[in-house]
């Protein structure tokens, strides 16, 4: 596929996402680390202006000078921005208006790729293109949110197809041996900064289990009072579960003593096969601790991930994310990607049901902050 | 005008006033003190559903059950509601849903009110239309502040009328003799609660401007660093100020040295003959502090009111909102009105530009917390 | 007597209150609202040391130049200070220190004192001696706070002789006559500012209790679920029962099913025929209202206080702390001294158990927030 | 030495450390991090009391049953306790009475340890007097900071003895090879859980500086806009930076252009030579990330430990605190020391000036969370 074929396929994959919300879906911020859909779908196109219309595409005129402040994410080179916790409180531009803002730069970017780009371009073309599957991600994500923090509890759309739970794919423990292994991204084809430089690490003798864990062996956990033992907590957790009175994970509701849990469909009954999903870190290692048993570091999960199936929900290790050895940001606004926030995050290996097609590898690096739970975070335990 | 024509006129005014909105407009809450729109439009339609419908309609089917939990305001006697900051992060029901809401509970009080109600009912519906009202204020309020909140600046309305500058009146204080005045209402037309008992108060000689302070005139203020001078604020406003970084009035901007004032037309040069709006209670104090004066009392205010033309803007006193002696709350729900805010407030006198037309008189008491700013408040001085 | 045995009379008082104490109890503020004892002493000792030393005693060499930045409390004139939540963060000056300073200002008052001073210095004495006797209320106050916060629960002196409680001076109440009261302090005697001008009020016929609402009275609203009915409380105070889960006055404990009270003799059982203390308005408020009755205004009970014995507790009212009609401030620091207080908080009437002999008088007028308990604070009803 | 003799040097350390200070100075905790030496020296007390003799030694009489609840640090198995935060706000017990606790455990103490121990208790001892010794550490580093941040900026004590600043060993960088190295403690002598078990990593091939960073070459950073430029810091860090407002390390001051330290001594000129100290993480990362280079992983450090010279202050490492392979907790109270840390916390590898002699060592691991400055942290660079 040509690049002006992969760009329209990404973008329309941006907008086939949004096609079951109302007007009002795209436009509120219940919580500080969910973004509107609507500034979603307008940043994902400033990115393409910005790094790609604007420096390289003679001529370009910009589509709104103030779009610049209002869809900026994070980038302090590229100037002001609105502040993240002020996203939701933006009732314009109105859906329509991004949505010409849409139509006019990928009109542009369809000229644009009339003519074969320059090395420099095509790279910066592909991130844009990962960089929006990681958009089309975060929008199921924050959706989900949205939709499911709603007292009406409104189904996001009636087609949504959920994976199948599946039975455990054995009942065993994965065994690696001790040794050096490398670790992170080779060959040609693409990945982020962080993934690189690929490195050695010498491991232990460990083992895997090849199944994430259930909401059926999650329940044991709650049921024999695991929310209220410190004894399987960090005391920075202990602290999070009191503050915030947590007892079960995101979306569960204890309705008339039975478990619901809100998905796309709406609230449904709890699936015991389906994997334990929307929990935070803390309880991943308290769950683990409880088991006896521990999370697997990054290494020992890469290393061993072509022996099992991933990809339902995206999965906590215990390693905080650090750069790798010789890790190097870009030069100028695209070096502020991902190595400005290597502190106080863990690692999660894997992808979720939401990610997009083809977007994740084994050597990919997704992260977040101890206590989120918006996420589809899951559990697989080592020893 | 019989009821079920009052009953019209005034809820096609809540929609008049929101038409020129965009669906997004509807939904956001960039502060706590604005509540969305969507949410006035269904909260005064619950309010009859409530309050006249479910107890006196036989056999009136409730719309939507969840809508209680939606949109009831403060009343802990209906029962459990979306808390208020939360307002803001609910995209469902949707705009369309509310007006169906609308028409529905419409329909049920134009068959209602084919028959007579009662003379408790009609108290009831007279209270409905004054409680409308207010709301209506309340969303041209809360629409300004919405839109001039926001980073490109709409425009409201280019329909929209802005009341003109007058000249001052004169330029002399109006004299008010010593001695025993009655306050509050009186005779057979509708008040709230928080007007009654007419009793009597004993007031000194003061006098008061017949004019309010304008633009102009706060910004001498202003120029002669009125911000800086700790002498002319009460402790907490000093804090405030200190806190907030609060240097002029809400939606002056500063712009290349000169001074734009954010309107329902959008941003527009600052007009020095309109009076000074969006101020808080600890600013105008300083200001009369700065001037050598002082605010008039509520009492000063409806002693002398019908010898000024007032109506422009709220006007701060220096009253705290109290209860007048025999104030007694209504049983039930009703009773939660007014009394329950009766503290750490300061009653504000007249009205607005965007009160709507005949729901202010001489004994209306408005208030507000001394740091708030987005109603149109202004100043009047007295010595 | 003459004003230098004034001068070291109260001086003498203020290191008699203090010493039961232990040197780390003059060292810690538990709360914001409570300040280390040796802040109190060393205020005091800087207030005659800069308003009165300084500018009118000659040759007057300052102790430390420091203590200036130290003891200030908040007078913005006199330049910056330590902020009031770091009082208790500071070691030094030792209590040692102070007191070396309280003697080397005292010497010099006494050289001062030798000669007869101004008309203008005599007042500031007096201001002086006043605001000495005040703080000697508060360090009484405070020093009940920092013991009664302790988790040994020390007692401050065992010599401390409490109040008797009495029997009720009589079941009625106390009516009085609609009309015109004159309220404000009169003749040559001191008071403070906020006590003058002297003006007339209109009161309407009321009727006071004669008594002070007792524990037993105050047990029957607790047992009777009182904390937990939100129709008795303003919406203000029921978020701050519910935020900090108020279910009883400070320093009350239910200590295996009986109610303990912290005193100053440590915990003791809870004395029924006791008037109830340590209350903040929002209780004092919904007590009233769960009666069927309310609190006085301070002018209600100005007028009425010849006719029943006070002086057990400061008694909450129901006006808010304004100036009267013609209030002015002083200028310089001394301005400073209660006008810039008069916003937000409530007025107290009466005097308590630890005010100074002599302190108070009928036109006094006390004022706190309505969320703060620490005070001797009780209730009178009205209706 | 046997371990009363151990026992009583480790205790008369103790003392000494507090024996320059004010009874003030025991009772003030000026932030969250700060404990009040009076809670030091009953804490380790209390540790003594707790685990070896209330039950080692048969017949031992608690000294105050209240005293668990006052100086229990953490131990959620050992029952309720003083909040944190609540530390400070104590007055009692007294400095006094804290010391005739010391002399009562140390006497039974004494008793106790006139027979040989079981190699359980003999663990336990040897746990105890490593406790002491990281406290004597905070002790001394908590002293600094509560005399520096009182505004008289008194002395610790005159004839406290600063290290030498050295002249740089030399200015070029370490070389070590790549390939595998053991990390973590070996042999029989006492280390904390943390430092086990001894296991194998894999580094690449690195450099070291042999030398600290010094106040020289910090202040080039801070004179070139360091603290202003966002693209040296995690977005965190720049976060954290413009909140607190942070120009320099802590304990500098700028006073009339020149930069002045506080010290032991007080306040002194900034002394160039020396080695940068009191920064957070997010400073030392900043710093490394302007020069080009980065902070070395706590592996490196390690492996190269006996290469250079250190313990003049903790170094900052890149390393996240986790557990290495194979950690486990010890069962009961005693396993909460260290592991229910480890998440958010980044190692320091070294020791500080005031560290207790012998008790650090090449594998000793502290740990902080990245914003704290109050420790004595400094920067080794790597690349």
Known sequence: MDLADCYKKVRQRTEQICSPLQTEDYVVQPVVDVSPPKWHIGHVTWFFET???????????????????????????????VIRTDRGNLSRPTVADIYQYRA????????????????????????????????????????????????????????YVSPKAEEAISPGFIKMD?????????????????????????????????????????????????????????????????INKVEAPLYWHSIDGEWQNYTYHGLQPLSL??????????????????????????????????????????????????????????????????????VNQKVLRGASEVTSPGHSRITYRNFFQTHLRWQFTGIRLAR
């Open 104 to 159: 006019y730069v990928d009109e542009a970017m369809a000229k644009f790729l009339h003519q074969e780009p320059s090395a420099e371009v095509k790279e910066l073309l592909i991130l844009g293109f990962n960089h929006e599957e990681q958009h089309q991600e975060l929008l199921l994500t924050d959706i989900k949110y949205i939709l499911g923090h709603n007292p009406l509890f409104p189904a996001y759309d009636a087609a």
């Open 273 to 342: 096969k389906e994997p334990v999903c929307h929990i935070s870190y803390f309880e991943a290692y308290a769950y683990a601790s409880w088991k006896g048993l521990r999370l697997p570091t990054e290494f020992e999960w890469e290393a061993a991930a072509t022996k099992f199936s991933w990809g339902k929900s995206w999965e906590w290790t215990e390693s905080s994310y650090l750069p790798y050895p010789g890790f190097a940001k870009a030069p100028g606004a695209i070096g502020e990607y991902n190595g400005k926030f290597m």
């Open 178 to 242: 001790e040794g050096v292994y490398e670790i992170g991204h080779t060959g040609d084809s693409f990945c982020f900064d962080n993934e690189l430089n690929r490195h050695k690490v010498y491991l232990n003798t460990y083992e895997l289990s090849p199944n994430l864990v259930t909401n059926a062996q999650y329940l044991e956990f709650i049921n024999s009072g695991g929310y209220h033992d410190f004894r399987h907590w960090h005391a920075e957790g202990w602290d999070w579960v009191n």
């Open 51 to 81: 790094f790609v219309l604007k420096p390289y595409f003679m001529g370009y005129q910009e589509f709104n000078a103030n779009y610049n402040y209002v869809f900026n994410s994070y980038y302090e080179t590229v100037g002001n921005r």
